[in-house]
């Protein structure tokens, strides 16, 4: 994936910069005072090409034998930023650290490695890392041999590994989303090299299975079942920094699965930038996402959700084998970004306002007690007084009970970017907060439609305001509070919902926890 021949100085305009050599495919740079390694950079038109080339699976591992000892004595600390991509990301680094003989550590004055796992999606996830960084300045000065990473979206981005160069000299390592099997030997290199390591492959790499994996907690667990996306809508950044679709093979989807089910996993969300365009790139079967839910259902797992989905591949396949239950959720997160067509349009994201609201309705027509959630983008360019209210009506026709809603965020090398930002920033806060007026009262409307009803819920934990109130969640995803014991935590409990909040439901257990989740159906009938 590197280019020894590749000038990278001119690449991030370095006047100062000086090659002090290459070896290896890697380039070494004099810039601002110390040695950058230089293996692979990030480059916007390459990110933006989407090659036929094929993408090939490996199964081998990843980590040699010599490196298997190299943290033996040392900590590892992952702060991580962003979507349940990049946690899962996460497990993965984690994985990777403690089969090379690292332990984790929460005290970063106790870690020998902070990797920072980025996301790129909005201006101030970004700026909160760059002010992670000022931060952790003074602890590399402190102490010089703690290695400070950053990975994840962030990294993808040439401006931001230009900035780390430029004004933040003391991070040592620098890796992207497509090379994290990379890892150990990156963390080899940064380790006795002494140098700033830097490698961002532009171009998608290879799925690589059998990677190892530390999940946090034993109740649920995410999955990846594709990578990056092809949708290109023009204020995203994702098509850039994940890359071009590639979808697991599902006989390694379905293994993985089954094994979490034998660990005991009771709640499992299988994972995409856009899960079901799942399938669309394999040229030897005909296998589509609505194929893989169908067969998730035959594995003894209580629960299967799956994030995030885009209306214009939301099939009738789909809707079909969704609308069989069982451990199929009810829960469906349908991102619409805007309720105006032509603000749609301008986002391409390639459907309607009539088509999206035919989709809802076909969804709570066909599948039982299905609930609708969304994500909305106010204040994009040129998105009028008018435009707006189309967005707060759509929530309504559409039935949405809750939703993620944002300001618009120009995000360097998308088509956006080059938008006029002409919503001015008082504008864009007081259109947020009356998007979120509505949606707090759509979900108090739905909540008190649930009262009296009873649900299941896998209990999650205590309530951190409460040691005596327990929290979980329905399987329509509803965060639910009750009193319970905490010997209950991990299972689940029928609850009777006896009172509706703007954004939860207060309950009472109703009998007994129960392992068997086929005796909550008679319990609750």
């Known amino acids: 994936m590197s280019d020894q021949t590749k000038d990278y100085s001119k690449y991030f305009d370095f006047s100062d910069a000086k090659l002090v050599g290459r070896e290896d495919g890697k380039t070494t740079y004099r810039i601002n005072g110390r040695n950058v390694q230089i293996n692979a950079a990030p480059d916007y038109r390459e990110e933006k090409k989407r090659g036929k080339e094929a993408v090939s699976v490996h199964y081998e591992n990843t980590i040699p034998d010599e490196l298997r000892t190299l943290g033996v004595g040392k900590k590892y600390m992952i702060q991580t930023y962003g979507c349940q991509m990049n946690e899962h990301d996460t497990e993965v680094m984690r994985g990777l650290f403690e089969e090379m003989s690292?332990?984790?550590?929460?005290?970063?004055?106790?870690?020998?490695?902070?990797?920072?796992?980025?996301?790129?999606?909005?201006?101030?996830?970004?700026?909160?890392?760059?002010?992670?960084?000022?931060?952790?300045?003074?602890?590399?000065?402190?102490?010089?041999?703690?290695?400070?990473?950053?990975?994840?979206?962030?990294?993808?981005?040439?401006?931001?590994?230009?900035?780390?160069?430029?004004?933040h000299s003391h991070v040592d390592l620098i890796f992207g989303t497509h090379n994290i099997h990379r890892l150990p030997h990156l963390l080899m290199d940064a380790h006795f090299g002494k140098e700033m390591v830097i490698e961002v492959w532009s171009k998608e790499g290879d799925i690589y299975e059998n990677l190892p994996k530390?999940?946090?907690?034993?109740?649920?667990?995410?999955?990846?079942?594709?990578?990056?996306?092809?949708?290109?809508?023009?204020?995203?950044?994702?098509?850039?920094?994940?890359?071009?679709?590639?979808?697991?093979?599902?006989?390694?989807?379905?293994?993985?699965?089954?094994?979490?089910?034998?660990?005991?996993?009771?709640?499992?969300?299988?994972?995409?930038?856009?899960?079901?365009?799942?399938?669309?790139?394999?040229?030897?079967?005909?296998?589509?996402?609505?194929?893989?839910?169908?067969?998730?259902?035959?594995?003894?797992?209580?629960?299967?959700?799956?994030?995030?989905?885009?209306?214009?591949?939301?099939?009738?396949?789909?809707?079909?084998?969704?609308?069989?239950?069982?451990?199929?959720?009810?829960?469906?997160?349908?991102?619409?970004?805007?309720?105006?067509?032509?603000?749609?349009?301008?986002?391409?994201?390639?459907?309607?306002?009539?088509?999206?609201?035919?989709?809802?309705?076909?969804?709570?027509?066909?599948?039982?007690?299905?609930?609708?959630?969304?994500?909305?983008?106010?204040?994009?360019?040129?998105?009028?007084?008018?435009?707006?209210?189309?967005?707060?009506?759509?929530?309504?026709?559409?039935?949405?009970?809750?939703?993620?809603?944002?300001?618009?965020?120009?995000?360097?090398?998308?088509?956006?970017?080059?938008?006029?930002?002409?919503?001015?920033?008082?504008?864009?806060?007081?259109?947020?907060?009356?998007?979120?007026?509505?949606?707090?009262?759509?979900?108090?409307?739905?909540?008190r439609e649930l009262v009296g009803e009873i649900v299941e819920v896998l209990v999650e934990g205590e309530s951190k305001a409460n040691a005596n109130v327990l929290s979980g969640r329905s399987r329509s995803n509803k965060l639910i509070h009750f009193e319970g014991k905490k010997e209950w935590i991990g299972q689940f409990v029928n609850v009777r919902i006896i009172a509706a909040q703007t954004w939860y439901v207060k309950g009472e257990v109703v009998g007994e926890p129960v392992t068997d989740t086929s005796e909550l159906a008679e319990q609750a009938g």
């Open 102 to 167: 690292y332990t984790s550590t929460d005290d970063r004055m106790d870690a020998d490695i902070i990797l920072l796992n980025t996301c790129a999606v909005r201006e101030n996830a970004e700026d909160k890392v760059f002010g992670e960084l000022g931060h952790l300045k003074v602890l590399k000065q402190q102490r010089p041999e703690l290695i400070l990473g950053v990975c994840g979206c962030m990294s993808q981005e040439a401006s931001v590994v230009n900035r780390i160069m430029q004004k």
């Open 214 to 447: 530390k999940r946090t907690e034993g109740l649920r667990a995410w999955v990846n079942i594709m990578y990056g996306c092809d949708k290109f809508c023009t204020y995203c950044i994702v098509p850039y920094t994940r890359g071009k679709e590639r979808s697991r093979l599902p006989e390694d989807v379905i293994a993985e699965v089954r094994d979490l089910a034998r660990q005991g996993f009771k709640e499992i969300t299988l994972l995409g930038q856009n899960v079901n365009a799942y399938g669309k790139d394999f040229t030897d079967r005909e296998y589509r996402f609505g194929d893989l839910m169908d067969d998730m259902r035959k594995i003894d797992i209580p629960r299967i959700r799956f994030t995030t989905s885009h209306p214009r591949d939301f099939d009738d396949h789909l809707i079909e084998v969704l609308a069989k239950g069982g451990n199929l959720v009810e829960h469906i997160h349908l991102p619409v970004q805007s309720g105006s067509t032509d603000v749609l349009k301008r986002m391409s994201r390639k459907y309607s306002r009539e088509r999206y609201l035919e989709l809802a309705e076909r969804i709570r027509r066909d599948i039982p007690g299905a609930v609708l959630t969304t994500d909305v983008i106010v204040g994009f360019p040129g998105e009028t007084e008018e435009q707006f209210e189309e967005t707060l009506t759509l929530m309504r026709e559409a039935g949405i009970t809750s939703a993620y809603t944002y300001i618009y965020s120009p995000r360097e090398g998308t088509p956006a970017y080059d938008m006029e930002d002409d919503v001015s920033a008082e504008v864009k806060k007081r259109r947020l907060a009356k998007l979120n007026e509505v949606i707090g009262e759509l979900s108090l409307a739905h909540h």
